[in-house]
């Protein structure tokens, strides 16, 4: 199966990267430096741009101190293509634009990139509202209808919410009615994508080399054979808490692994493994959905890693056609090692010592594009 690629990814004004284009081979590209060099931001920005993906609530944060906006570019090869993705981010505003045609961010290809990161094991340990937001993300991305009516359920909840603080139960039918359709679709679509993705992530947990089986179940609040029935029996409750009760948007993925809930149980451990088995799980699905191998990112091989993880990591980056994978160390087996120190990235063999990391002289990031691809203000 052949795979997207990243040919290069620029960055301006994003957190501590310096203004650059990086070029990315095929296979794997290691990147190395010390702690705050800028590795976690650079595939943050990788990743941004390769799905227009991010936490939306903290854009700000993503945009260099002292700069009003920051500016990410990707330049793919994707379902035989080449394309041109930006993303011009600022004031709680982002911008994406596809071969210069402004986009939503559903409009952007949905199967470009896997993230692994050490803090994927919050998706076992953390609250259920992780492992949602997990299955949903990814769920949207194989079906653009999930995307668009877990939206529209999200607001029928919130608007729902709101007529229920207001008393309003001469209401709830109307809101009851679009809250049946959306979230007896949204529960469906869950549980049938969950029959393929339980397989892959207990695949993935035993190459992972872990003795215990690992299971993905819904724990659904309700069940859409009985929604209906649910929503009216607990109508005072609702009432007094002026909060919708039952419902998808209430669902927990539960994780079992051997006998146990892994969010209680599991060790540290085997709950990074289980993290670690998702993550393929996500990359396997995408790869099937889209016929193509999302680019691989990898951050921080080594944090928390046995060997046996480790291996399966560097494993999992050789078997796809293009990773890109940091580390405090060296990433064995990469065709490129980038070496990373304050925010900037050098090929190691051009590297002699740090003074080699000063600024360049002129703006590597062709200025005219990126002016063009700022947020525009009230955009
Ligand atoms: N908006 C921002 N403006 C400027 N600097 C920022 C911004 N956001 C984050 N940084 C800085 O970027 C630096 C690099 O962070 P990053 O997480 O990429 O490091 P890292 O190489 O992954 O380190 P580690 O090995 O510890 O994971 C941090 O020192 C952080 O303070
Ligand atoms: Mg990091």
Redesign the pocket.
Known sequence: MGGVHLESLSTLNY??LAPDTLHFPAGVTGVY??????????LEAAYLALTGLTDVNRLE?????GEKEAYVRADLQQGGSLSVQEVGLGRGRRQLKVDGVRVKTGDLPRGSAVWIRPEDSELVFGPPAGRRAYLDALLSRISARYGEQLARYERTVSQRNAALKGGEEWAMHVWDDSLLKLGGEIMLFRRRALTRLDELAGEANAALGSRKPLKLTLTESTTPEHYARDLSARRGEELARGATVTGPHRDDLTLTLGDFAASEYASRGEGRTVALALRRAELELLSEKFGEKPVLLID?FSAELDPTRRAFLLDLAASVPQAIV?G?ERAPGAVLTLR?HA?RFMPEDQVTDLEDFRPLEADPVEADRVEVDRVEAGA
């Open positions: 957190r501590n430096g010390e702690n705050g060099a800028g590795k976690t931001n650079l944060q993503l945009v260099q101190s921080d940091t405090t990373a925010g």
